[in-house]
């Protein structure tokens, strides 16, 4: 069984709908748990927005907590990563 306090790098590719707002609530499941991504980049894609997070350390234990957050953002139509961070747990 892995350890929820071991750190981990996670990465995070979310294909979502633009919207005003939307960045912002993508990085609430983070900032909730006081996580603060090394790396985000987001690009318009005509009228979706693929957007990448990334963390060089996150405990084990939150990888499938935000992930779950992140599917459940309003407008998100795909999210990728966070099941790679665990596997390397």
Not at 16 to 36: I, N
Not at 57 to 62: K, L, S, V
Request: proline share 7%; aromatic share 4%.
């Amino acid at each position: 069984m892995s350890n929820p306090d071991l750190l981990v790098p996670a990465r995070f590719l979310v294909l979502a709908e633009a919207s005003p707002g939307l960045l912002s609530r993508l990085l609430q499941p983070l900032a909730k748990r006081d996580l603060v991504p090394d790396y985000i980049q987001a690009r318009r894609e005509g009228e979706a927005m693929r957007v990448e997070i990334a963390l060089d350390a996150m405990p084990a234990g939150m990888v499938h907590l935000v992930a779950g957050n992140l599917g459940q953002v309003f407008g998100v139509i795909e999210l990728a990563g966070g099941a790679e961070a665990l596997r390397a747990a």
